[in-house]
Nanobody
Framework: QVLLVESGGGKVQAGGSLTLSCAASGPILSINDMTWYYQAPGKQRELVASISRGGSIHYEDSVKGRFTISRDNAKKAVYLQMNSLKPEDTAVYYC???????????????WGQGTQVTVSS
């Protein structure tokens, strides 16, 4: 069974920092894009940042210059360093990965369970 497990969420004051981690496990042959989404209360889930297997990166405009996405292919992990946090960053953060299982021909998108980030003013 392929699993994505996030960690690193919590509560922080505005201006503070948090680092989220997400590790994939299971019968994995390869991982393409790894992406962080967030979902604020009452809002739709939105993309925060994504990183390809080769290291190409995309950020949502509101986090540019504050958040940094990175990955460790050997560890099958993706990270999100979040600096200068704002109350509007408060959300559940989800990681996703496009994964090809060893017993599958196609890449499929898997989701983690989410981790809560709360930023107080």
């Amino acid at each position: 069974q392929v699993l994505l497990v996030e960690s690193g969420g919590g509560k922080v004051q505005a201006g503070g920092s948090l680092t989220l981690s997400c590790a994939a496990s299971g019968p994995i042959l390869s991982i393409n894009d790894m992406t962080w989404y967030y979902q604020a209360p009452g809002k739709q889930r939105e993309l925060v940042a994504s990183i390809s297997r080769g290291g190409s990166i995309h950020y949502e405009d509101s986090v540019k210059g504050r958040f940094t996405i990175s990955r460790d292919n050997a560890k099958k992990a993706v990270y999100l360093q979040m600096n200068s946090l704002k109350p509007e960053d408060t959300a559940v953060y989800y990681c996703t990965a496009e994964i090809r299982r060893i017993d599958d021909y196609y890449f499929r998108k898997y989701w983690g369970q989410g981790t809560q980030v709360t930023v107080s003013s």
